[in-house]
């Protein structure tokens, strides 16, 4: 029986560093799915696919921080993906984003991803890469640093 | 290196025949007004959809189309909760009795931008229970959208065997490029 949700690439770093990539996607799979576990610098962790820096990118999210009533908000227009936000260098923050029929070539790509700190908030998110193009590279960016410990792991998702 | 699990399901990845595709539709040209996956197997623990999807209709149409279960369109017999939000404020709403469960599901009205959908079914086969889904959706347009989150039950202990996604009404439809697959968790 083939493997439908297979692990493509794991990396757990061994320093700070400010970016991972996943280079050389096969797009033999249907969907993507890429997890973050472990601490990061206070600010936001970017993404972007295939070194696009152009204005490309828009989200909306969802979020609540445990006082008072949800809130949501939106950025438009940038060179970047804004994947998720840790308000203290060191906090725990645990993302899983789904990156949809990546590979197809008709339609923009769209994120949909769920993410925490474990100290401040919970959310979700949806992204949109304004580019018809398959994704064949992902660069994941802290500011300016991903921890000593924290894992990414992308699977792929296979449809019949 | 451990596979983890996948989002909204309860299995282990990597393990063969664990998650497995069931089957695929994709719309053509022309759009549909309904796509549906008939004869789903009772031999997984859970379901799992995952599609991008898109409908068009005129203004006036409400932006969804909706979930039903082995056909069954009965008003009383499904309620639906929701949490989203549309880049302004966090909203949520429910819709008791609606002639079909909404899902969570979201559209963009004569939109560019398709919508990402990932929906579980849980314990889909079992005859002493509910039915219980719960939906992760959203789209983004470069100044507009969506994030939301969905659940809720169909009031019948039927083992599920259909899923039909459905558009509101006409001449609201299903459009060309959108993407559905049912996958199977074992448990």
Redesign the interface.
């Known amino acids: 029986?083939?493997?439908?949700?297979?692990?493509i690439a794991?990396q757990t770093l061994t320093s700070d560093q400010t970016q991972v990539t996943f280079s050389s996607i096969a797009g033999t799979f249907?969907?993507l799915?890429l997890?973050k576990t472990g601490g990061q610098s206070s600010g936001n962790m970017t993404m972007r696919f295939n070194s696009d820096s152009g204005t490309n990118y828009?989200?909306?999210?969802?979020?609540?921080t445990g006082s008072g009533?949800?809130?949501?908000?939106?950025y438009?227009?940038q060179g970047t993906m804004y994947i998720n936000y840790s308000n203290a260098t060191g906090n725990s923050v645990t993302t899983?984003m789904?990156i949809?029929?990546y590979a197809?070539t008709?339609?923009?790509k769209?994120?949909?991803l769920?993410n925490n700190d474990s100290a401040f908030y919970v959310g979700?998110?949806?992204?949109?890469w304004?580019s018809t193009a398959a994704i064949t590279q992902i660069d994941l960016y802290g500011s300016p640093n991903l921890q000593n410990g924290s894992t990414f792991?992308l699977?792929g998702?296979?449809?019949? | 290196m451990s596979p983890l699990p996948p989002l909204g399901s309860f299995a282990f990845a990597g393990v063969s025949g664990s998650f497995e595709s069931i089957a695929t539709v994709s719309v053509g040209s022309g759009g549909t007004s309904t796509v549906s996956f008939t004869s789903i197997p009772s031999t997984f623990k859970h379901l799992q959809i995952r599609a991008i999807c898109k409908v068009n209709g005129t203004a006036s149409d409400f932006p969804d189309f909706f979930i039903r279960f082995n056909g069954n369109s009965t008003y009383t017999d499904y309620y639906s909760h929701q949490l989203g939000g549309d880049g302004s404020s966090a909203y949520a709403n429910n819709s008791g009795g609606s002639s079909t469960a909404t899902g969570g599901i979201v559209g963009d009205i004569n939109g560019a931008q398709f919508t990402a959908k990932i929906i579980d079914v849980l314990d889909y086969a079992n005859t002493n229970k509910y039915k219980t889904t719960r939906s992760f959706s959203g789209w983004d347009a470069n100044g507009s959208g969506q994030a939301r989150f969905g659940s809720n039950v169909w009031l019948k202990t039927n083992a599920i065997t259909s899923i039909d996604f459905v558009v509101r009404s006409s001449p609201t439809t299903i459009q060309q490029y959108s993407h559905f697959a049912l996958y199977g968790i074992k448990g």
């Open positions: 029986m083939p493997v439908t949700y297979e692990p794991t249907t969907d799915v997890v828009s989200g909306t999210q969802v979020f609540g009533s949800g809130s949501s908000d939106r438009s227009n899983i789904n949809m029929n197809n008709t339609t923009n769209t994120v949909i769920r979700a998110y949806v992204h949109l304004r792991t699977y998702v296979k449809a019949a």
